[in-house]
């Protein structure tokens, strides 16, 4: 449909015998369909994340919108093995007592106050009717 798509990324009017297709409905021409963020430009090539109009390549999209650990706040890598406490995301060796330093293994009870993990050495008993 060259002459008849609208840019989503400047808005003007694709002429060009090629354009790009970002989900069903964004068309881009090549040359504008570039990182939000790093310029890099995004073709058949590369993975193409949207957020709020704006395109992204996949490290900045991770970087700026990713899940990232509650402790150090690094991102998260696809092969990573985590740890859930509530709402908090953790890599395995994070998932530490705040107090002590000991690793938390699964099974092990623990408290999470405020952003802090607790063993169940440095918290003592929970108490009535909270979870461990």
Do not use: N
């Amino acid at each position: 449909r060259p002459g008849l798509a609208l840019c989503a990324g400047c808005g003007g009017r694709i002429q060009d015998p090629f354009l790009l297709r970002v989900s069903p409905d964004l068309e881009w021409h090549v040359a504008c369909l570039k990182c939000a963020e790093c310029g890099q430009p995004l073709d058949e090539t590369c993975t193409c994340f949207l957020r709020d109009g704006k395109a992204y390549c996949k490290r900045d999209y991770s970087r700026l919108f990713g899940i990232k650990c509650a402790q150090c706040r690094a991102a998260f890598s696809s092969s990573d093995l985590v740890m859930r406490a509530r709402d908090h995301v953790y890599h395995l060796e994070c998932f530490r007592c705040a107090a002590c330093g000991r690793q938390l293994l699964p099974g092990d009870q623990f408290c999470l106050r405020e952003r802090d993990l607790l063993c169940r050495a440095d918290h003592g008993p929970p108490p009535d009717g909270a979870a461990s």
